[in-house]
């Protein structure tokens, strides 16, 4: 059972243009969610995060939207940059003593930036 | 700040035999998690560990362990390996783990091939 879809295995956009990467969730409970950057042969980097109870974070060149009756939220960089050029992964997990530690991830979407 | 760390970061292994991945979390940080990243079924959580104790653990058989010391390393050990084990596999650290909301902060990873 996928409780975290991302249903684009991939994604090219041009160099300056905005990259917009989608994150579908089933489970109502996941009340934090979180974008992670993997490069090969490294671990995933943290990018950002946000909480149930906001509908929108920015960090820079990062902007996480949540839709939680559409159990969506997107991440989009404007304006891309070929040094973006990555996995992405969102994530999400459910706070409580049950569930410490453990975060859900996505399959995770190849970012393409062409220059 | 040093991140995380991972040793070793490949390992060549035959089947029926065990092995050892050690992680050394982000100073300060008291939750270790670790987790299997596979082509078909991307990242999974393992457990976490906190304060030297397993507070939470996915669905792995029991072939699957690990422990935590006094210094928040972590070792995570895999018996009588099969070839579906070979997978990377990532260490993540955060300061209190899942009470709060943490961002988990990944080291490189473990590559490991089982022959």
């Known amino acids: 059972d996928q409780q975290v879809k991302q249903n684009s295995p991939s994604l090219s956009v041009q160099e300056g243009r905005i990259s917009i990467l989608n994150c579908d969730y089933t489970n109502s409970m996941f009340d934090y969610f979180l974008w992670y950057k993997k490069y090969p042969a490294e671990g995933p980097t943290f990018l950002i995060s946000i909480s149930s109870i906001k509908d929108k974070n920015e960090d820079g060149r990062f902007t996480v939207f949540l839709n939680k009756s559409a159990k969506h939220l997107s991440l989009h960089i404007v304006p891309s940059q070929p040094g973006d050029s990555a996995v992405y992964f969102c994530?999400?997990?459910?706070?409580?003593?049950?569930?410490?530690?453990?975060?859900?991830f996505g399959q995770g979407t190849t970012l393409q930036v062409k220059p | 700040k040093a991140g995380v760390t991972q040793t070793p970061r490949y390992l060549i292994k035959t089947r029926g035999q065990q092995v050892t991945l050690s992680c050394s979390p982000i100073s300060g940080h008291r939750s270790v998690s670790w987790y299997q990243q596979t082509p078909g079924q991307g990242l999974q959580f393992l457990f976490e560990?906190?304060?030297?104790?397993?507070?939470n653990k996915g669905n792995f058989p029991g072939r699957f362990s690990g422990r935590q010391f006094s210094n928040s390393r972590s070792e995570m050990n895999v018996s009588t390996l099969e070839l579906g084990d070979s997978a990377l596999y990532l260490c993540?650290?955060?300061?209190?783990?899942?009470?709060?909301?943490?961002?988990?902060?990944f080291g490189p990873g473990t590559r490991l091939t089982v022959l």
């Open positions: 993540a650290s955060s300061p209190t783990g899942g009470w709060g909301y943490n961002e988990q902060f």
């Open positions: 560990y906190f304060s030297e104790t397993q507070r």
């Open positions: 994530a999400a997990s459910v706070k409580g003593s049950s569930n410490t530690g453990k975060l859900i």
